[in-house]
């Protein structure tokens, strides 16, 4: 069962149809308990950076990763639900960034280009030993934000360019995050979560 | 690689069905939208724009249920417009599956509700709908409503910059004297707001001969809106695209089934 963390970030159910593709029974939460215990957890995001963590810390959703994570169960984050998964995040407060989960050590931070937010579909280079990208890495996939990480952390990065290069996708073990939006980038999109969800 | 440019066909929907007129009169009923935006994702649109131009508030709930099982079944960005007024108008059509929301007369009315949906859903979720024609304004282009039936003596290319003070994440930039008219985009109208704007560009109105698409993009738009040309089959988007794509400019290829 994958489970898609609902901490008061709008549009789940195109997600939960996109996931549900994958032959999976999904699942929209907010219980700690069925977030935990599902093979695969989705934690998806729309908004800033801080409105979200503070939606992810009223469903105890910090805790509930952290403590998949270190019982080696897989996690997923989309868009912002990757770039909580950081240390830090500079949207709407450079000088004092907010705090993320903090699961890599990397600042979030404004994308220098001259058009934002980068909105739309954009190529990824990736691994030559993706699991998430097999089969799809000359696809491209659907991106709306205007902050990123531009540092590599974990075992395996994708990269895209908008203005400058950063951080598109990460593969850490359990941890998988991607700054697209996979359930919004069509067949690519589908394929991909296909991907995550045959390696639970 | 970069970003590529966006095509985005344009369903207007009332009361449930798609409908196109020519300049917003002489309606013709050109299908279900459901099923005609499954169909556009399978030829490879981009994003997906419904127009909801009910007059009832029936007709809003239909639409919302529209949004619904089109948002169920088309895995590509949907954005829905048409009516807003509120930010409880934007939580009902995002949580029924729309990703972005575009408004128009709504936002002339009362500037302060741009902020507010960027405050509570983000700038990202928000697409300011710009229906302009040349008048005798500032910049020589004024804002009007009611599908450009009414002049607001507002100068578009002042309306803008304020919106993006304001919070808009996207503009959508529909010409009304182009409107229809299958004649080209208003080229001068795309460039004078671009020059005044840094989020991404959606040019609409007047799209006709491949040549127009890219025209729209020389001029500075990021992603190019049509309806009649795609709902009467003058163009599929597979030729909109191999036609830019020939020519240089970075288009998403759907080579995936």
């Not at chain 1, 280079?125 to 902050?147: M, N, P, R």
């Not at chain 2, 079944?73 to 029924?96: E, N």
């Amino acid at each position: 069962m994958i489970a898609i963390l609902d901490y008061g970030s709008g549009n789940l159910r195109s997600a939960e149809r996109a996931f549900a593709t994958s032959g999976h029974d999904v699942v929209v939460t907010s219980d700690a308990n069925i977030a935990f215990e599902a093979d695969g957890l989705v934690v998806p995001g729309v908004g800033a950076f801080a409105a979200c963590m503070k939606g992810l810390q009223a469903v105890n959703g910090e805790e509930i990763i952290r403590k998949r994570i270190s019982s080696e169960r897989a996690v997923l984050g989309i868009c912002i639900g990757m770039q909580i998964l950081f240390s830090l995040g500079e949207e709407h407060s450079q000088d004092v960034p907010h705090k993320g989960v903090g699961i890599w050590d990397a600042t979030v931070s404004k994308i220098n280009a001259p058009i934002l937010p980068h909105m739309g579909w954009n190529s990824v280079e990736t691994a030559s030993d993706s699991v998430l990208f097999k089969g799809i890495d000359s696809q491209s996939f659907y991106f709306v934000h205007s902050y990123a990480a531009k540092k590599s952390v974990g075992l395996r990065q994708a990269w895209t360019t908008h203005g400058e290069r950063f951080l598109s996708a990460v593969e850490d073990d359990y941890v998988s995050a991607t700054q697209f939006h996979p359930e919004k980038s069509g067949a690519a999109g589908l394929a991909l979560i296909k991907n995550w969800s045959n390696s639970l | 690689m970069s970003l590529s440019i966006r095509i985005i066909p344009c369903l207007d929907v009332t009361e449930g069905r798609v409908v196109k007129g020519v300049n917003f009169t002489n309606l013709v009923d050109a299908g279900d939208p459901v099923e005609m935006a499954a169909l556009y994702g399978i030829e490879g649109a981009d994003e997906l724009t419904f127009l909801d131009i009910s007059a009832s508030s029936a007709g809003r709930e239909t639409t919302l249920d529209v949004v619904r099982r089109t948002a169920e079944q088309v895995f590509i960005p949907l954005t829905v417009g048409g009516g807003i007024r509120s930010v409880d108008d934007v939580d009902r059509l995002l949580r029924a599956g729309a990703d972005k929301i575009s408004i128009n007369t709504s936002a002339i009315a009362r500037p302060q509700l741009i902020a507010e949906i960027a405050d509570r859903f983000g700038s990202q979720v928000l697409v300011l709908s710009v229906d302009a024609r040349r008048a005798r304004t500032a910049s020589g282009f004024e804002v009007t409503t009611h599908g450009g039936r009414e002049g607001t003596d507002i100068d578009a290319l002042a309306w803008v910059e304020k919106a993006c003070v304001l919070g808009v994440g996207e503009i959508l930039l529909n010409s009304m004297d182009a409107d229809g008219t299958r004649a080209g985009y208003d080229i001068s109208m795309i460039t004078a707001v671009r020059a005044v704007s840094n989020v991404p560009l959606i040019a609409s109105g007047g799209a006709g001969a491949l040549e127009d698409f890219a025209a729209a993009l020389d001029a500075g738009a990021d992603a190019l809106l049509a309806a009649s040309v795609f709902h009467f089959g003058i163009h599929r988007i597979g030729d909109v695209k191999s036609y830019l794509a020939k020519n240089n400019y970075p288009v998403r290829t759907t080579t995936m089934k």
